[in-house]
Each structure stands twice: as C-alpha cells, then as structure tokens.
C-alpha cells in the first residue's frame, strides 16, 4: 500500500521555465516532508523539506508547497536548469522513517 | 570530509549464496537505515536501527538480516531466502528527519 505517490512518471522543461513536480500522500500522520534529488548509479541527495505545521518553504531556485486538507504537496524549480536534469523523489516522514514516491524523472532541453 | 561509504559498488551473487553489504559513516549519526531501489518504484525501507545493538524490521525485510554492533557500521545480509534480491541497495543515516544516503550498491543475481 504505497503511502506516497508521485503520478507523473516524467517531465520534460524548457531550460529557463518553470518545472513543477507533485506529490500525495495519505497517512495524516506524516509531520514532515522533503524532497531528493537522485542521478543514476548515485545516491539521492537532500533538496529542501518543510513541516507539517508550515505551508510553504523556499530555498534558493527550489519551493515547496504542502497542502495539508488536500494532503498534497509540489516542488517548484525556477528557472530550471540543464543540471536539474535527474529523478526527484518525495518522501514523507512519521518516527524518523521516510516512505518515498516512485520519482518523477525531469529532463531540461536546452 | 564526513560521509557514508557502501562498499562494493557492484556485486554480483549466485543463486543460493548469501551477500553482504558493507555500509559505514563517520557522520556520529544515531539512526542507520538500508533501503532498496527497483525499476519504477522508490525507495523501499528494509530494516532500521535507531541506536546500537537495536534495529528494527521495516517494509521488506524478508530474506534479508543486518547488524548493529558498531554506531558507525550497519552491514546488509542477502540471504538465500530473498526470491528477488537483483536491485540497487541504499544505505542512510540519520540525526534527526533527513536521511545522508550513500553511493549505493548494485546487487545482481547470476
């Protein structure tokens, strides 16, 4: 029963637009949400999280939104870049444990 | 430069043998956490240990058994009983909610 679902398997964006990338969840249990960045052969590296008691975060080019009554949260990269090119993951955490989407694979054209 | 190291990066296993996989940080953190990686699907949680001499089943841990005797080194047994055990095995730790992931290993079965 997967508790996190990321629907779009892919994603494709000019380089310089805006990449949106979204996220469901389930268990209202989940108090904290982050999203990683992972290219292949490697392992996933952290992008930006935010709580549960928050409904926005912003670090740099990349925000998350969460929208606790819709259970449903998004990634925003802008602008993209041809580097931004990888599987981003989103990951829920209840007890320090992360249940993960399946990944959106987002590639940048140039 | 702090980090954690999963050794090998590539290994390959015949039916019937069990494996293990090395993971190791020296990042003083408490939690440690294996996870596999198939085509298609996130990450999913094998077994975790939150403190030495203590570690816990997660989703999938069936044919699969780990060790917790140093807080620095939380090793992953393939063992025979695993029916599908070709995939990418992640290892990670945490203080706290965000998980420090390592390079990861390719398992395959020959």
């Known amino acids: 029963d997967q508790q996190v679902k990321q629907n779009s398997p892919s994603l494709s964006v000019q380089e310089g637009r805006i990449s949106i990338l979204n996220c469901d969840y389930t268990n209202s249990m989940f108090d904290y949400f982050l999203w990683y960045k992972k290219y292949p052969a490697e392992g996933p590296t952290f992008l930006i999280s935010i709580s549960s008691i928050k409904d926005k975060n912003e670090d740099g080019r990349f925000t998350v939104f969460l929208n606790k009554s819709a259970k449903h949260l998004s990634l925003h990269i802008v602008p993209s870049q041809p580097g931004d090119s990888a599987v981003y993951f989103c990951?829920?955490?209840?007890?320090?444990?992360?249940?993960f989407g399946a990944g959106t694979t987002v590639t940048v054209r140039a | 430069d702090g980090g954690i190291t999963q050794s090998p990066k590539y290994l390959f296993r015949k039916e019937g043998q069990n494996v293990t996989l090395s993971c190791e940080q020296n990042?003083?953190?408490?939690?440690m956490y294996w996870y596999r990686q198939d085509p298609g699907q996130g990450l999913r949680l094998i077994y975790y240990?939150?403190?030495?001499?203590?570690?816990q089943k997660g989703d999938i841990a069936e044919g699969y058994s780990v060790s917790r005797e140093k807080k620095e080194s939380f090793p992953l047994t393939v063992t025979s009983a695993q029916k599908n055990p070709t995939a990418f095995y992640l290892c990670?730790?945490?203080?706290?909610?965000?998980?420090?992931f390592g390079s990861g290993t390719r398992l395959t079965v020959v």
């Open positions: 240990s939150q403190i030495v001499n203590d570690f």
């Open positions: 990670a730790s945490s203080q706290g909610t965000v998980h420090t």
């Open positions: 990951a829920a955490s209840t007890d320090y444990k992360l249940s």
């Open positions: 990042l003083n953190h408490d939690a």
